[in-house]
């Protein structure tokens, strides 16, 4: 399995920015689809953000459209998550996967073809 490393969350007011990033070392991430995941306390994790191969596909969750989004950064060989205008409902874990068999529909983003996951960062929406 890949091993993925999300980092730059933390504790930010609501409408502040942060930028998450994935990356691994050893593989190339433009060879896989990624996704973003959250999981908040006492929730299941649900689907945010996704990028194609090629990073022509993307989906974004109807609770973050307009606010987040996900793009490639070959030369760091990482994932970016720009999130901004941040909500209280925003907290949780965020998590990047990937995996041989995933995918970016561009239309939904579901956990099952993910199956190599990061150990998440924190993200805390909070004034």
């Known amino acids: 399995q890949l091993q993925l490393v999300e980092s730059g969350g933390g504790l930010v007011q609501p409408g502040g920015s942060l930028r998450l990033s994935c990356t691994t070392s050893?593989?190339?991430?433009?060879?896989?689809?990624i996704g973003w995941f959250r999981q908040a306390p006492g929730k299941e994790r649900e689907g945010v953000s996704c990028?194609?191969?090629?990073?022509?596909?993307?989906y974004h969750a109807d609770s973050v459209k307009g606010r987040f989004t996900i793009s490639r950064d070959n030369t760091e060989n990482a994932v970016h998550l720009q999130m901004n205008d941040l909500k209280p409902e925003d907290t949780a874990v965020y998590y990047c996967?990937?995996?041989?068999?995933?995918?970016?529909?561009?239309?939904?983003?579901?956990?099952?073809?993910?199956?190599?996951w990061g150990r998440g960062t924190q993200v805390t929406v909070s004034s």
């Open positions: 996967a990937t995996g041989p068999r995933a995918y970016c529909s561009g239309t939904a983003l579901s956990v099952a073809p993910f199956d190599s």
């Open positions: 990028i194609g191969m090629s990073g022509g596909r993307r």
């Open positions: 050893g593989v190339t991430l433009g060879r896989y689809a």
